[in-house]
């Protein structure tokens, strides 16, 4: 298994509330991601990163702030959480871009907003 | 842009029994296309892939045929196990840095 670990794993918060998540590897790869799961939505990308300190928005970007300060590690926040960002939060990578290079998923944040 | 279908779940098959789940494709130029399999409580794995009209991915006794006259992508396996329940996901790489997912099928299988 690629080595992504997620934390935390579960979390449960208020509306307005900082939330940060964060995706860590041991892969040394350079391509990380964000995504969201939601019922009828399958993924969706929220951002992405390309290298250290190289991001780019996804399809769902709004309300989502990332920073890449290592190679090993993708923090995703949401500034002021709303209910509409209850989600489960998947974080992949890959070693290139490009056809040939599957992206290998991490297990996964099951956040909660009341 | 890229879009990705897939057929509307839930399945629920007998195991042992034929699975096929419809996949098809929107896209520019010529995609990959893959399935992932995410089993509960996990992220997503990489089931199979193909990267070029008529090909065939393979793994685990499933198969996916890139069918670009008909642009699907459809899943089969001849012989499910209950093992196999999960949610499965198609999706298309254009060549770039990211993936276009469906929405995914959720497979039970009954013993």
């Known amino acids: 298994d690629a080595g992504i670990t997620q934390s935390p794993r579960h979390k449960v918060t208020e509306t307005g509330t900082p939330v940060t998540l964060r995706c860590h590897q041991t892969?040394?790869?350079?391509?990380m991601y964000w995504y969201r799961q939601d019922p009828g939505h399958g993924l969706r990308l929220i951002h992405y990163?390309?290298?250290?300190?190289?991001?780019d928005k996804g399809e769902v970007s709004d309300g989502y702030s990332v920073s890449r300060s290592k190679t090993e590690d993708f923090l995703l926040t949401l500034e002021s959480a709303t209910s509409s960002q209850t989600s489960v939060y998947f974080c992949?990578?890959?070693?290139?871009?490009?056809?040939?290079?599957?992206?290998?998923f991490g297990d996964g944040t099951r956040l909660s907003i009341l | 842009g890229n879009s990705v279908t897939q057929m509307e779940g839930p399945v629920t098959l007998s195991e042992e029994a034929f699975l096929t789940i419809n996949c098809t494709y929107t896209a520019t130029g010529y995609p990959s296309l893959f399935w992932y399999v995410q089993y509960p409580g996990e992220g997503l794995q990489l089931l199979l892939k193909?990267?070029?009209?008529?090909d065939k991915g393979s793994n685990k006794g499933f198969e996916a045929t890139y069918r670009k006259e008909t642009t699907s992508f459809h899943l089969e396996k001849g012989s499910v196990q209950v093992s196999d329940s999960a949610v499965y996901f198609c999706?298309?790489?254009?060549?770039?840095?990211?993936?276009?997912f469906g929405t995914g099928t959720r497979l039970t299988i009954i013993p």
């Open positions: 992949a990578i890959s070693e290139f871009a490009g056809d040939n290079q599957p992206q290998h």
């Open positions: 999706a298309l790489s254009d060549g770039g840095e990211k993936l276009t």
């Open positions: 193909a990267t070029k009209a008529d």
């Open positions: 990163s390309y290298g250290v300190k190289d991001t």
């Open positions: 892969e040394n790869h350079r391509y």
